[in-house]
Protein backbone atom coordinates (compact mmCIF):
# COMPACT_ATOMS: atom_id res chain seq x y z
CA UNK A 1 0.00 0.00 0.00
CA UNK A 2 1.55 3.51 -0.77
CA UNK A 3 2.01 5.95 1.83
CA UNK A 4 -0.41 8.65 1.34
CA UNK A 5 1.85 11.41 2.36
CA UNK A 6 4.20 10.03 -0.30
CA UNK A 7 0.86 9.89 -2.89
CA UNK A 8 0.01 13.77 -2.32
CA UNK A 9 4.10 13.82 -2.84
CA UNK A 10 3.54 12.36 -6.23
CA UNK A 11 0.24 14.28 -7.30
CA UNK A 12 2.03 17.36 -5.89
CA UNK A 13 5.43 16.79 -8.69
CA UNK A 14 2.84 16.51 -11.21
CA UNK A 15 0.94 18.86 -10.52
CA UNK A 16 4.18 21.24 -10.41
CA UNK A 17 5.20 19.65 -13.94
CA UNK A 18 2.04 20.47 -15.74
CA UNK A 19 1.90 24.35 -14.33
CA UNK A 20 5.69 24.42 -15.39
CA UNK A 21 4.79 23.55 -18.90
CA UNK A 22 2.05 26.27 -18.89
CA UNK A 23 3.98 28.73 -17.50
CA UNK A 24 6.57 27.82 -20.54
CA UNK A 25 4.15 27.95 -23.13
CA UNK A 26 2.49 31.00 -22.36
CA UNK A 27 5.58 32.83 -21.95
CA UNK A 28 6.52 31.74 -25.11
CA UNK A 29 2.83 33.45 -26.22
CA UNK A 30 3.58 36.56 -24.59
CA UNK A 31 6.92 36.53 -26.46
CA UNK A 32 5.93 35.97 -29.91
CA UNK A 33 2.75 38.19 -28.98
CA UNK A 34 5.53 40.81 -28.21
CA UNK A 35 7.38 40.55 -31.10
CA UNK A 36 4.41 40.98 -33.30
CA UNK A 37 3.69 44.50 -31.69
CA UNK A 38 7.38 45.31 -31.71
CA UNK A 39 6.68 44.91 -35.70
CA UNK A 40 3.39 46.66 -36.10
CA UNK A 41 5.23 49.48 -34.40
CA UNK A 42 8.31 49.63 -36.65
CA UNK A 43 5.95 49.23 -39.78
CA UNK A 44 3.85 52.07 -38.33
CA UNK A 45 6.50 54.44 -37.49
CA UNK A 46 7.86 53.13 -41.45
CA UNK A 47 4.21 54.48 -42.99
CA UNK A 48 4.45 57.44 -41.28
CA UNK A 49 7.61 58.61 -42.13
CA UNK A 50 6.45 57.77 -45.87
CA UNK A 51 3.85 59.41 -45.59
CA UNK A 52 5.60 62.76 -44.18
CA UNK A 53 8.12 62.23 -46.86
CA UNK A 54 5.56 62.69 -49.37
CA UNK A 55 3.97 65.26 -48.20
CA UNK A 56 7.19 66.97 -48.10
CA UNK A 57 7.79 66.07 -51.63
CA UNK A 58 4.41 67.66 -52.47
CA UNK A 59 4.84 71.13 -51.04
Not at 28 to 33: F, G, I, K, L, S
Request: hydrophobic fraction near 35%; avoid cysteine.
Amino acid sequence: MIDPLFARAQLAIEESLTLRAQKRSLADQRDDQLAELRQSVRNSASTRMEIKAHRDNST
